[in-house]
């Protein structure tokens, strides 16, 4: 089943410039959906048209679920400062109707029972980030949408997050935004990438995976690239990624030797090669580049 569908969405706030352009995208249930692109590239516009916050310019949506059955976890938070962490639960609680065990049930799931009586204006940014989670899901909406959820978070409570979403009901819709591409692989099975206001890629995370697999080599290196070294290999292989301790090249592109003995020649220590090995934050790389 089709939650929401979007057709030829366009999105402009001046009628000059187009945020989004031609963006068609369906939401299904059971999908774990990675939205991905860079600042700015109009994540947050996209999901507050899902929402139904924004009015598309152009284009047809349909949807076949309530506001009721939708949560939200915006990136600025939407969360009452003046209220208690558990005062904020049993609010948003009692505006969703939901069974008030529910808040205890989320304040001992997600630790957060030290912090449960303190007023939201004396948490850190990470405490809020938590509340305001388990205010998006306090009424275990069908469709969840996640603006950056693992922001502000340290490890223990990013893993916790992560795991809660794993766990989440199957048969619910989870559409996520994160700039830590770790993060996504691991909640998400669907990529959708945005660049320049127009979907780049919309892929299962195996498909892409898989895509990129065969071609992708990583040498990863004991010494440090510095920035001279990086111009010097970048100058005779520009489609290779640099980064501080490894090199990634498209085997179909560069003999892997040919890169190895630049490196040698420049000093470089290798680590060890990988092969066959593709990660998101690769992939992603590497799409933006063959833009660029
Ligand atoms: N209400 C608005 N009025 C005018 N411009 C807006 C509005 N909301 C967003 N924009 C512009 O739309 C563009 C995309 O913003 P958006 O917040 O969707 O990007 P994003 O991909 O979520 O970015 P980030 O990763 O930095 O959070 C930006 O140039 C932003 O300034």
């Not at 957060?112 to 009424?139: N, T």
Request: proline share 2%; hydrophobic share 40%; net charge neutral.
């Amino acid at each position: 089943m089709n939650y929401i569908e979007l057709h030829n969405i366009a999105k402009s706030f001046d009628n000059k410039n187009y945020i989004l352009k031609d963006i068609n995208l369906s939401l299904h249930q059971g999908d774990r959906v990675g939205i991905i692109g860079g600042i700015g590239s109009g994540k947050t516009t996209l999901l507050r048209i899902i929402l139904g916050l924004y009015t598309p310019t152009s284009g047809k949506i349909n949807r076949n679920i309530s506001n009721h059955e939708i949560g939200y976890l915006p990136s600025t938070k939407g969360i009452i400062e003046e209220f208690t962490v558990r005062e904020n639960l049993i609010f948003w609680s009692q505006t969703y109707q939901s069974p008030i065990h529910v808040v205890e049930e989320l304040i001992d799931r997600l630790n957060m029972d030290k912090m449960a009586d303190k007023k939201v204006s004396l948490l850190s940014s990470g405490m809020k980030q938590k509340l305001a989670f388990a205010c998006s899901i306090i009424h275990s909406p069908k469709l969840l949408i996640l603006d950056e959820p693992t922001v502000n978070l340290d490890v223990e409570n990013r893993s916790l997050i992560k795991k809660f979403i794993q766990e989440y009901p199957k048969e619910s819709c989870i559409v996520i935004t994160s700039h830590n591409f770790d993060d996504i692989e691991h909640m998400c099975n669907r990529i959708v990438m945005i660049v320049d206001g127009t979907i780049k890629v919309k892929e299962e995370l195996n498909k892409l995976k898989s895509d990129f697999q065969s071609s992708l080599v990583r040498i990863r290196t004991i010494s440090k690239i510095n920035q001279q070294q990086s111009i010097l290999i970048k100058e005779e292989f520009p489609n290779v990624l640099v980064k501080d301790h490894e090199v990634i090249l498209d085997k179909q592109i560069y003999k892997l030797n040919d890169v190895l003995l630049k490196l040698i020649h420049l000093n470089i220590e290798i680590r060890d090669v990988l092969e066959n090995e593709a990660i998101l934050e690769d992939i992603y790389l590497r799409l933006n580049k063959k833009e660029g």
